[in-house]
């Protein structure tokens, strides 16, 4: 059950960020340029690397995820990159980038979840 | 180039891929990749850790001329954004054309940091109607005499329509 507890947190904490950056754009709100630019320090790169990669990294999934969640805190520099710079149009196509590779890695914590709980 | 790649055996082939498919691509001054997005992974085929790291030609389709990119790289150098008709090369071997859109973002000193390309489908018509036909030609004098004669034979194209690059392909699509 600690197992299912933990992707479920994973999850939730990875999905708050993804609306964070979504408020962003919106001028709602400001990001920690700290957890912008590093996969390790944000809640979901500090769970994985902290305990996720030692208990589950050597199940595939997890090890695309690591990938994709690499891949996603690039999008996300970028995507606060142009909305500094004024180009809204490039932030946003970049936001789609970002959705599609957020979807990615839920689908992927979903999997090792079922791997490790079947 | 890593030494591990196996450039696909090329198939002449169209790649069945979703059509509505935005497939965009980071790259440095250098053209090696940065990231792709996930639509860039689904229709080239590759893994973004077969991707990242790997100069940006390893989805070149061989029929694509030189002196295209040599268009493109000179006016991304200047600064200027710049759009594209590319035929690519999948992992499968088999082709899909792109119209790509590159912007480039700038250091403090002016030169490249990096180019960000989005790329969506071209309608077969304006392919078959003017791409291949003058893709073909250059290709033909690159092969034979080198991009110089290439370069000749696309000024001499476009000189002849009056027109760019640039506003040849934005006119086609229009």
Redesign the interface.
């Known amino acids: 059950m600690c197992q299912t507890v933990d992707f479920t947190e994973a999850k939730a904490k990875h999905l708050a960020w993804k609306q964070t950056i979504r408020e962003c754009l919106d001028g709602k709100t400001q990001m920690d340029p700290q957890k912008i630019v590093s996969h390790e320090h944000c809640d979901l790169g500090k769970w994985y690397y902290a305990e996720g990669k030692d208990l589950y990294g050597t199940l595939q999934p997890m090890h695309?995820f690591e990938?994709?969640h690499i891949?996603l805190h690039?999008?996300i520099k970028?995507v606060c990159?142009f909305k500094d710079m004024g180009d809204e149009e490039?932030a946003e196509?970049?936001y789609?980038?970002l959705c599609?590779?957020s979807d990615?890695i839920v689908q992927l914590l979903t999997q090792a979840e079922q791997l490790i709980n079947n | 180039m890593n030494s591990n790649f196996v450039r696909p055996v090329v198939i002449d082939e169209p790649l069945a891929w979703d059509k509505s498919t935005?497939i965009?691509s980071?790259t440095d001054a250098f053209g090696t990749i940065?990231?792709v997005?996930?639509?860039f992974v689904e229709v080239s085929g590759y893994?973004?850790?077969e991707l990242?790291g790997q100069p940006h030609n390893i989805i070149r389709h061989p029929d694509m001329p030189k002196i295209i990119f040599k268009v493109l790289w000179d006016n991304l150098k200047k600064g200027t954004n710049f759009k594209a008709i590319v035929k690519n090369l999948s992992k499968s071997g088999k082709y899909y054309w792109v119209f790509a859109t590159f912007?480039v973002?700038l250091k403090e000193n002016g030169t490249i940091d990096y180019v960000?390309s989005?790329r969506k489908s071209v309608d077969d018509l304006v392919i078959n109607t003017y791409i291949s036909p003058l893709y073909a030609i250059l290709l033909e004098a690159e092969k034979k005499e080198g991009i110089e004669a290439s370069e000749q034979v696309l000024n001499d194209f476009l000189n002849a329509k009056n027109q760019t690059y640039l506003e040849f392909i934005e006119n086609i699509l229009s």
């Open positions: 695309i990938i994709k891949k690039k999008i970028d990159m490039m196509e970049l789609e980038d599609a590779t990615k | 935005t965009t980071k940065d990231y997005n996930e639509g893994q973004d850790n990242v912007r973002v960000y989005t």
